[in-house]
């Protein structure tokens, strides 16, 4: 071997010796003493933080251990539906009639059909205004049925790792025609006097819904309310108890509709008849033919698109939405009806053709896992765990990708919370030098103890890529916020010098 190759030798092995001893980084140094110093067990952290400038990770503890990422889970779905539905992908509304609409008489001498897409924005407002939309059509009355048709997801509304028995609202039902995010807002006000029941209504007013109210008003101002929905004879039930003390102020308590085609029929009927728009028949189910699709719709409602979702999912970590574009994802690409599993395998394919790192566990679009009950082919029924597992390492590799995608990354960093700022993050950094800085998704599963921060670092000089996942560590989930946020700051002192 000549001087030249004895060189070029020893020069690779030193490479490769640098590239796998991340430990001797002065970043990976501070980190590990952070960690000593707060006695928190490694065997429960995956830590990674990779330079973009050079796509090189310069802390790593546990990179490629698979953990569950609780909500930072939603890092995935947004990057794949920003891929294969596009920013600009819109879920249309279309309604279909299968009779004469006498325009002078406003009259459609028939049914009305509502055929859904998934459109997670059908709130309350959304659905006054798609009914205003029909009055400004001159539609008065229908003879006949409204018909809901939300074949373009499953029937299956509760995702695996999510609770059958949870009221509240961000384990809401999923549906392919959904009313309010699923959720009815339940408002509370005080009566004049002590003693007085306390005033309760609804929002939106969804016909067929049952409240149950035993709620009494007491002096002071501060009572203790108990709210809670659930399905009873076949109809949602808000039940309300407890107190409201007479100076408290009202408000909305949200809760999970217990019913999907039915909540959007009742929410749907009751904006008619708010707005004087007669149905004679009754609210039904079932599909539009293909007859009346053929045929074009009467009218069609466009929706917001989907990097507006994105940001709701981002800043909000609405579970709602990440399943709404995780079912549709498997519908546009594997063919209706959209269902978890045709989401997880089109958002599965996705990460191996981008030729990301490894292959993660996804069940689900939101990052909720749990035990539930499950049915075996002998009829007994089990408790199964379901989870999304992915590690650090592949959580900074995905944001290193998306971080070159020029057609949609300034929205998906625009979509996520910013530290001490908006959506998650907002009470959070505010007295550190990283507010706003920090451009995250936050995670959090009480029930196994996951507490989770991913996202960009943006410094002076330097911007990186991090993941930090905690499982089963630390005091409890503000120790752990107190940890992640420690270690941002560790490495953005040591990355930034005297400046810091």
Same mark, same amino acid.
């Given at each position: 071997?000549?001087?030249?190759?004895?060189?070029?030798?020893?020069?690779?092995?030193?490479?490769?010796?640098?590239?796998?001893?991340?430990?001797?980084?002065?970043?990976?140094?501070?980190?590990?003493?952070? $960690?000593?110093?707060?006695?928190? &067990?490694?065997? =429960?952290? /995956?830590?990674? %933080?990779?330079?973009? #400038?050079?796509? *090189?990770?310069?802390?790593?503890?546990?990179?490629?251990?698979?953990?569950?990422?609780?909500?930072?889970?939603?890092?995935?779905?947004?990057?794949?539906?920003?891929?294969?539905?596009?920013?600009?992908?819109?879920?249309?509304?279309?309604?279909?009639?299968?009779?004469?609409?006498?325009?002078?008489?406003?009259?459609?001498?028939?049914?009305?059909?509502?055929?859904?897409?998934?459109?997670?924005?059908?709130?309350?407002?959304?659905?006054?205004?798609?009914?205003?939309?029909?009055?400004?059509?001159?539609?008065?009355?229908?003879?006949?049925?409204?018909? $809901?048709?939300?074949?373009?997801? &499953?029937?299956? =509304?509760? /995702?695996?790792? %999510?609770?059958?028995? #949870?009221?509240? *609202?961000?384990?809401?039902?999923?549906?392919?025609?959904?009313?309010?995010?699923?959720?009815?807002?339940?408002?509370?006000?005080?009566?004049?006097?002590?003693?007085?029941?306390?005033?309760?209504?609804?929002?939106?007013?969804?016909?067929?819904?049952?409240?149950?109210?035993?709620?009494?008003?007491?002096?002071?101002?501060?009572?203790?309310?108990?709210?809670?929905?659930?399905?009873?004879?076949?109809?949602?039930?808000?039940?309300?108890?407890?107190?409201?003390?007479?100076?408290?102020?009202?408000?909305?308590?949200?809760?999970?509709?217990?019913?999907?085609?039915?909540?959007?029929?009742?929410?749907?009927? =009751?904006?008619?008849?708010?707005?004087?728009?007669?149905?004679?028949?009754?609210?039904?189910?079932?599909?539009?033919?293909?007859?009346?699709?053929?045929?074009?719709?009467?009218?069609?409602?466009?929706?917001?698109?989907?990097?507006?979702?994105?940001?709701?999912?981002?800043?909000?970590?609405?579970?709602?939405?990440?399943?709404?574009?995780?079912?549709?994802?498997?519908?546009?690409?594997?063919?209706?009806?959209?269902?978890?599993?045709?989401?997880?395998?089109?958002?599965?394919?996705?990460?191996?053709?981008?030729?990301?790192?490894?292959?993660?566990?996804?069940?689900?679009?939101?990052?909720?896992?749990?035990?539930?009950?499950?049915?075996?082919?002998?009829?007994?029924?089990?408790?199964?765990?379901?989870?999304?597992?992915?590690?650090?390492?592949?959580?900074?590799?995905?944001?290193?990708?998306?971080?070159?995608?020029?057609?949609?990354?300034?929205?998906?960093?625009?979509?996520?919370?910013?530290?001490?700022?908006?959506?998650?993050?907002?009470?959070?950094?505010?007295?550190?030098?990283?507010?706003?800085?920090?451009?995250?998704?936050?995670?959090?599963?009480?029930?196994?103890?996951?507490?989770?921060?991913?996202?960009?670092?943006?410094?002076?000089?330097?911007?990186?890529?991090?993941?930090?996942?905690?499982?089963?560590?630390?005091?409890?989930?503000?120790?752990?916020?107190?940890?992640?946020?420690?270690?941002?700051?560790?490495?953005?002192?040591?990355?930034?010098?005297?400046?810091?």
């Amino acid at each position: 071997m000549d001087f030249r190759s004895k060189i070029m030798t020893v020069t690779a092995a030193l490479l490769v010796f640098c590239g796998a001893g991340i430990d001797a980084h002065p970043l990976q140094d501070a980190v590990n003493e952070l $960690i000593k110093s707060r006695k928190y &067990d490694t065997g =429960g952290l /995956g830590v990674v %933080f990779r330079d973009l #400038e050079t796509d *090189s990770v310069v802390v790593a503890v546990n990179a490629d251990t698979p953990m569950n990422p609780a909500s930072v889970q939603k890092l995935v779905t947004g990057a794949a539906a920003f891929e294969i539905l596009g920013p600009g992908y819109v879920h249309t509304t279309r309604i279909y009639t299968d009779g004469e609409f006498v325009a002078d008489s406003g009259i459609i001498r028939g049914n009305l059909y509502v055929r859904g897409a998934g459109d997670p924005g059908l709130n309350a407002e959304k659905i006054w205004l798609l009914v205003q939309h029909l009055r400004h059509r001159g539609v008065k009355r229908v003879t006949g049925d409204i018909v $809901i048709d939300n074949f373009f997801f &499953d029937d299956v =509304g509760v /995702g695996p790792g %999510f609770s059958e028995q #949870e009221s509240r *609202s961000y384990q809401a039902l999923i549906s392919a025609l959904p009313a309010n995010y699923s959720s009815v807002g339940v408002h509370h006000r005080p009566g004049a006097e002590a003693g007085d029941p306390v005033f309760i209504d609804m929002f939106p007013r969804v016909e067929g819904f049952k409240i149950n109210n035993t709620a009494k008003t007491v002096a002071g101002n501060r009572g203790k309310l108990d709210v809670t929905t659930a399905l009873s004879g076949g109809v949602t039930q808000i039940n309300v108890r407890g107190t409201m003390g007479i100076e408290e102020q009202p408000g909305y308590i949200y809760r999970r509709m217990w019913q999907s085609w039915e909540s959007f029929g009742g929410a749907f009927r =009751g904006q008619c008849i708010e707005q004087g728009l007669r149905i004679d028949g009754k609210t039904v189910r079932r599909k539009v033919p293909d007859s009346l699709v053929t045929q074009g719709a009467f009218y069609a409602y466009g929706g917001e698109p989907v990097n507006e979702f994105v940001k709701h999912m981002f800043k909000w970590s609405s579970n709602f939405v990440s399943e709404m574009l995780f079912k549709t994802m498997g519908a546009v690409k594997l063919g209706e009806p959209g269902t978890w599993a045709k989401g997880a395998d089109v958002v599965s394919e996705w990460w191996e053709s981008r030729g990301l790192i490894g292959k993660p566990q996804i069940i689900n679009g939101s990052g909720m896992g749990g035990e539930q009950a499950s049915r075996g082919t002998d009829g007994a029924v089990g408790r199964v765990r379901y989870e999304n597992l992915i590690s650090a390492s592949q959580i900074t590799g995905l944001l290193a990708y998306v971080s070159k995608q020029k057609s949609y990354f300034p929205d998906y960093l625009a979509c996520l919370s910013s530290s001490g700022v908006d959506g998650t993050l907002t009470s959070r950094f505010r007295r550190s030098k990283l507010r706003g800085l920090v451009r995250g998704k936050t995670g959090t599963l009480n029930s196994v103890k996951v507490s989770a921060l991913a996202g960009y670092l943006l410094l002076d000089d330097k911007t990186y890529a991090f993941a930090i996942l905690c499982r089963d560590v630390g005091s409890g989930q503000h120790d752990n916020w107190v940890m992640q946020e420690q270690i941002l700051e560790q490495v953005a002192k040591v990355s930034e010098g005297s400046r810091w």
